[in-house]
């Protein structure tokens, strides 16, 4: 045992088959040179307790794959994380899940564990990203005492970098919905919002690509000036 | 329901996994074929599917792309297909597909490349298929396979299928007028040997309840048939002995069909012959009887009864009320889920006999004029395709030596043709704006005089000539004798086949009423002072048909006018390909259809007749076969196109 183990966190003991699997997991790739349509990308939609983040807590995940330029349907992840110490709050109005679900959802650490053998070492899209980053990242750590690194790209940027004639301020999911006027399924759980995402991210991609925007890398560039100029004052 | 936890565990991560594949799942439901799959086989489809973006103008197949190896569904959004345009250059829109259509079925079937480029037209989604998917469901799936494999004309069945539902809901039955006659006939016919006495005939009647009894040899084959009717004339004829063998009073030789006929092949033989009843025979041998109760004891007004009502009429005012019972008739006839060719028929039959029966009741109360004529008709009721909102087109025929003989008859007739004309105004057949009536002297022409006007049509194109010809030669005898009108026929199709300059004017003035299928939309409409957009079903659906086969018929010696008919003589003749006839004949058939439903609709709402209808109003299905109807009528037009290099 090292002698400075106690200056680390303590890190959950897992069982040795789910600690195997852990390790298994690939390395994060920085964001390349490939073409968009080239990269697998999963796109991500959370459900939590509420909106505060160091408090609340994860309480589902819902998300598809983006491959060779496609959602491919026949890779989908969701999962209800069971959740014992909840208690019945004001937020189950919110991600409309009953205690009754949550109950019977699956181990927090075997499903997440799944969730990033799904991810493997692809980008991670999510509408309001650094939110589900965030939430995502600390339920990893909790449960895993794993150190999410993937790359995040947020759509709720890509939207207005590349789509500027869309006067919006801070827009939602539901306006960009209806400015592409996208006909989308009911949205009342974490996969239908990220399939809802991903029917964006179509889109988006498609408009990239007129913009000459061709690869991920490329993007991630843009999507950083672009912030740039938008926190610089303005003259 | 007490679960245990293992078995919530795995129904929960079960239908969480199916969130969005359900959802997907009934969107597609929406949708033939697959609102008809098993779930097991819909839920694979969708599991195996690519959801892809199209932005609009990008090409989704083309040809150069090779053999197809996907099957595509329309999430959202609109495809249309490009072919390069041979003649004109640059290229022609062939089809378009929206969502909840598949697309390319055809090339994906036959394992070739695409020929039309497939491009979208707006912002796209399609759910795409692998090939190897969509061979596994073309195996699973029977809905999945007919749709494949017949493509329109699965959709057509639907309809039909649709319509027939309806009435079951609102009648509570399953009575078609496609029933076979076999299941109809339930009872054991009633039957005696020819020498039975009478007296026994009608006790056997009696005891049975029947209206009816069949004489049969020792073989069973009927000889004659007894009715009630025919006791009513032994009795009025003062017959007393009703010992005498039923052989001398019965209607010999008795009509029949076999058990695999239908009820409407029943009814109209009835309605034609006058008779009530119908033996079904099979291998000569008596198996049934059909009565007039029989076919019609669920309908109030029944057709027979209506015909001979007519045909018996005493007065012009029970004619006059007799129309009414004719809209009803139909009315019923399209809730059992008869087809529109079934009820233009009748209702031409019916109006065949209204009009012999005014004629006859003018010449009674005229007095006869001592010349005999034939009563024309022209145009739809020339070809037998009337509906119920009809106009008069009509002009007599008789035979004169000289034009002064002429002159003379046409001087006794014309008083005649003018009161028919009068009194068919009265029995709701509108009277013609164009004058195009017996009553007209120019209407009332001996055989050489029509004959002469005939030959001028084909002689000088005119735009007068051309419409005149559009409507004349489709001319057919009512009332009269029938020979003088074969030879005027028989003169047309002659000078018409040996004219290749007349038929490709008639061709030409075919291509007028150009169907409202557009390039860029679903329909191309007239929107006259902001009212609503709304389509002619006559003028832009079923013309282009009707005028397609009356030139090729023309010129091809088909002697017939109905324009089914036609299209299936021109098969025939290998004229037009047999799938090609065969989708002019659904796509005509499934516009007339959608006509008179409309013509029933505006009757309920105590609207105006109008032929008109707004695609917006029709349910999503009747939309979408409207329009590939009406993309039927294109290609027949443009098939006349290329035949008469127009």
Redesign the interface.
């Known amino acids: 045992m090292s002698l400075f183990s106690w200056l680390r966190p303590v890190n959950p003991i897992l069982p040795g088959e789910l600690q195997q699997r852990l390790e298994r997991l690939p390395a994060v790739a920085e964001l390349g040179d490939c073409s968009l349509r080239e990269q697998r990308w999963v796109v991500l939609d959370l459900e939590t307790t509420g909106l505060n983040l160091n408090k609340d807590r994860l309480l589902?995940i819902?998300a598809?794959v983006i491959e060779?330029?496609?959602?491919?349907?026949?890779q989908?992840f969701?999962?209800?994380l069971q959740c014992t110490e909840l208690k019945l709050g004001p937020s189950v109005l919110i991600h409309g899940l009953g205690p009754s679900?949550i109950a019977?959802?699956?181990d927090p650490a075997q499903a997440l564990l799944e969730f990033m053998e799904f991810v493997g070492d692809s980008p991670v899209l999510a509408f309001h990203a650094p939110f589900d980053q965030h939430m995502l990242g600390r339920a990893l750590k909790e449960h895993l005492g794993y150190k999410l690194q993937h790359p995040f790209l947020d759509v709720a940027d890509i939207a207005p970098l590349l789509c500027p004639q869309a006067h919006f301020r801070e827009a939602g999911l539901d306006e960009w919905i209806d400015w592409?006027?996208?006909?989308v399924?009911?949205r009342h759980?974490a996969?239908?919002d990220?399939?809802a995402t991903?029917?964006l991210v179509?889109?988006l991609?498609?408009?990239a690509r007129?913009q000459q925007i061709h690869s991920p890398l490329n993007l991630q560039q843009r999507l950083s000036q672009w912030k740039r100029r938008r926190q610089a004052p303005s003259f | 329901m007490v679960m245990s936890k293992a078995d919530?565990?795995t129904q929960?991560?079960k239908t969480?996994?199916l969130?969005?594949?359900q959802?997907?799942l009934?969107?597609l439901q929406r949708f033939p074929p697959f609102n008809q799959m098993e779930n097991a086989h819909l839920a694979y489809l969708?599991?195996?599917?690519?959801?892809?973006?199209?932005?609009p103008g990008?090409s989704i197949i083309k040809p150069a792309d090779g053999p197809v190896e996907h099957f595509y569904i329309v999430?959202?959004g609109r495809v249309v297909g490009e072919r390069p345009h041979t003649a004109k250059g640059g290229t022609e829109t062939t089809f378009e597909i929206t969502?909840g259509e598949c697309f390319p079925l055809a090339a994906l079937l036959g394992e070739r490349a695409t020929r039309t480029e497939h491009l979208a037209a707006e912002?796209t989604?399609c759910l795409?298929l692998n090939k190897l998917a969509f061979i596994k469901l073309f195996a699973l799936s029977s809905p999945f396979r007919d749709f494949a494999l017949r493509g329109v004309s699965s959709l057509l069945d639907q309809v039909n299928q649709q319509v027939q539902q309806k009435a079951v809901e609102t009648l509570g039955t399953q009575y078609s007028l496609n029933t076979r006659l076999g299941e109809l006939a339930m009872r054991h016919p009633v039957t005696c040997s020819p020498i039975t006495p009478l007296r026994e005939a009608v006790t056997l009647m009696h005891d049975q309840q029947v209206g009816s009894i069949v004489v049969v040899d020792e073989q069973k084959a009927p000889l004659g048939i007894f009715t009630l009717r025919d006791l009513r004339h032994v009795v009025a004829n003062g017959t007393s002995d009703f010992n005498e063998a039923i052989e001398g009073h019965m209607t010999r030789a008795p009509f029949y069909l076999t058990p695999d006929h239908s009820a409407f092949d029943a009814a109209i033989a009835m309605t034609e012959r006058h008779i009530a009843h119908v033996c079904l025979v099979k291998d000569q041998r008596l198996c049934g009887v059909v009565s007039e109760r029989d076919l019609f004891s669920l309908q109030r007004v029944d057709l027979v009864h209506l015909a001979r009502t007519i045909r018996s009429a005493q007065k012009l005012e029970n004619l006059v009320a007799m129309r009414g019972e004719i809209g009803q008739l139909v009315e019923r006839m399209l809730a059992h889920g008869a087809s529109s060719t079934q009820i233009t028929h009748i209702i031409t039959l019916l109006n065949d006999h209204t009009v012999c029966r005014v004629i006859e009741l003018v010449l009674a109360e005229k007095g006869d004029p001592g010349v005999p004529f034939s009563w024309l008709c022209f145009g739809s009721e020339g070809r037998r395709e009337q509906t119920l909102h009809t106009d008069q087109d009509n002009g007599i025929l008789f035979e004169a030596r000289d034009a002064a003989h002429a002159a003379e008859i046409r001087g006794k007739l014309l008083p005649i043709a003018q009161q028919i004309n009068q009194n068919l105004a009265l029995c709701g057949f509108t009277l013609c704006k164009g004058n195009i009536m017996a009553g007209n002297p120019e209407l009332c022409l001996s055989r050489a005089e029509w004959a002469r006007r005939f030959a001028a049509f084909i002689r000088e194109a005119t735009p007068e000539n051309l419409l005149g010809s559009s409507i004349y030669f489709d001319l057919r005898v009512v009332w009269g004798d029938e020979r003088g009108c074969e030879q005027l026929r028989q003169g047309i199709l002659d000078q018409v086949g040996d004219n290749r300059l007349f038929q490709r004017m008639m061709a030409e003035n075919a291509l007028r009423n150009r169907p409202p299928v557009g390039r860029f939309r679903e329909f191309v409409l007239a929107r006259k002072n902001g009212e609503k957009a709304t389509l002619d079903l006559k003028l832009q659906g079923l013309t282009p048909f009707v005028d397609g086969a009356r030139v090729l018929a023309l010129a091809h010696g088909i002697d017939t006018n109905n324009t089914l008919e036609r299209f299936r003589q021109l098969v025939d003749k290998e004229v037009i390909e047999r799938l090609d006839g065969a989708a002019y004949e659904e796509a005509y058939h499934f516009i007339q259809q959608t006509r008179m439903q409309q013509h029933q609709l505006q009757t309920r709402e105590n609207l105006p007749y109008s032929n008109r209808v707004d695609p917006d109003s029709l349910n999503h299905l009747d939309r979408r076969i409207l329009r590939e109807s009406l993309r039927q009528a294109q290609r027949l037009q443009s098939s006349l196109t290329l035949r008469y290099q127009l």
């Open positions: 589902s819902g598809v060779d330029g496609a959602i491919d349907f026949s989908q969701e999962r209800t679900a019977a959802g699956s592409f006027k996208l006909e399924f009911e759980n996969s239908a990220a399939l991903a029917e179509l889109i991609f498609s408009r007129q | 919530a565990f929960a991560g969480a996994v969130q969005n594949i959802g997907t009934q969107f969708v599991e195996q599917c690519q959801l892809r973006f199209y932005a990008e999430k959202q969502t912002d989604f795409q």
